[in-house]
T-cell receptor, first 110, second 113 residues
Framework: GESVGLHLPTLSVQEGDNSIINCAYSNSASDYFIWYKQESGKGPQFIIDIRSNMDKRQGQRVTVLLNKTVKHLSLQIAATQPGDSAVYFCAEINDYKLSFGAGTTVTVRA | ETGVTQTPRHLVMGMTNKKSLKCEQH?????MYWYKQSAKKPLELMFV???????ENNSVPSRFSPECPNSSHLFLHLHTLQPEDSALYLC????????????FGEGSRLTVL
C-alpha cells in the first residue's frame, strides 16, 4: 500500500487566497519528503523538499511544513494564481526510491 | 523544457504488437527511471538505472523490457501487452540516486487495444 497519502483528492481555491495541501505518511523512519506539481499534459515537476531535521522550509510562494509527531506534512501556496492549477503529489524517499502518494487536484477559481 | 524528452508522445498498439518507448536526457544525469501513471493510482516505479546498470526492477512483468545503452538514453520495449497496461509512461532522470529531485519527461500515453 501507499506509504504517503493525501488527505483530500480535490481542492478548489479562490484566486489570491492561500492554498494548503495536506499529506500523511506512515513510516516514522522516513526522513526525506518532496512535493511535486503536475500540470495537464506534462510530467511531474519538483517544487520543494524537506528533510526530517527541519520542520519548515520556504521557497518562492511555497512553504512546506513537517510535523513528525503526527507524521504529517503540508504544502502551502501563497496568493494562489491560475497557473497553480495542477495535481500536487507528496513523495518520500525510501531506500533511494522515490514513492508518490495519490495526488490532490487544485483548481483555482477566478 | 525539462531536459528530458520522450517519444512517441502517443502510442496505440494491439496486444500482439512490439513497440518501444524512448527517453533521452540532456542534463548529464547519471540515474534514469521509468514510472507508470494510471488513472486514480499513484505513480508506480518500474525500473531504475544508475550509470547504465539496472538497480531496480519493481516486480514488473516481463512483457516490459527496459534497455539503457548509455547514461543519456533509456528505452522501454513493449511486447504482448494487455489492455490494463494502458497508461502514461513517464521517464525521469536525476543527478544521482537517493535524491528527491527527479526531472520528468512529458510522458508517452500508451493505449493497448
Amino acid at each position: 500500500g501507499e506509504s504517503v497519502g493525501l488527505h483530500l483528492p480535490t481542492l478548489s481555491v479562490q484566486e489570491g487566497d492561500n492554498s494548503i495541501i495536506n499529506c500523511a505518511y506512515s513510516n516514522s523512519a522516513s526522513d526525506y519528503f518532496i512535493w511535486y506539481k503536475q500540470e495537464s499534459g506534462k510530467g511531474p515537476q519538483f517544487i520543494i523538499d524537506i528533510r526530517s531535521n527541519m520542520d519548515k522550509r520556504q521557497g518562492q510562494r511555497v512553504t512546506v511544513l513537517l510535523n513528525k509527531t503526527v507524521k504529517h506534512l503540508s504544502l502551502q501556496i501563497a496568493a494562489t494564481q491560475p497557473g497553480d492549477s495542477a495535481v500536487y503529489f507528496c513523495a518520500e524517499i525510501n531506500d533511494y526510491k522515490l514513492s508518490f502518494g495519490a495526488g490532490t487536484t487544485v483548481t483555482v477559481r477566478a | 523544457e525539462t531536459g528530458v524528452t520522450q517519444t512517441p508522445r502517443h502510442l496505440v498498439m494491439g496486444m500482439t504488437n512490439k513497440k518501444s518507448l524512448k527517453c533521452e536526457q540532456h542534463l548529464g544525469h547519471n540515474a534514469m527511471y521509468w514510472y507508470k501513471q494510471s488513472a486514480k493510482k499513484p505513480l508506480e516505479l518500474m525500473f531504475v538505472y544508475n550509470f547504465k546498470e539496472q538497480t531496480e526492477n519493481n516486480s514488473v512483468p516481463s512483457r516490459f523490457s527496459p534497455e539503457c545503452p548509455n547514461s543519456s538514453h533509456l528505452f522501454l520495449h513493449l511486447h504482448t501487452l494487455q489492455p490494463e497496461d494502458s497508461a502514461l509512461y513517464l521517464c525521469a532522470s536525476s543527478q544521482q540516486l537517493n535524491t528527491g529531485e527527479l526531472f520528468f519527461g512529458e510522458g508517452s500515453r500508451l493505449t493497448v487495444l
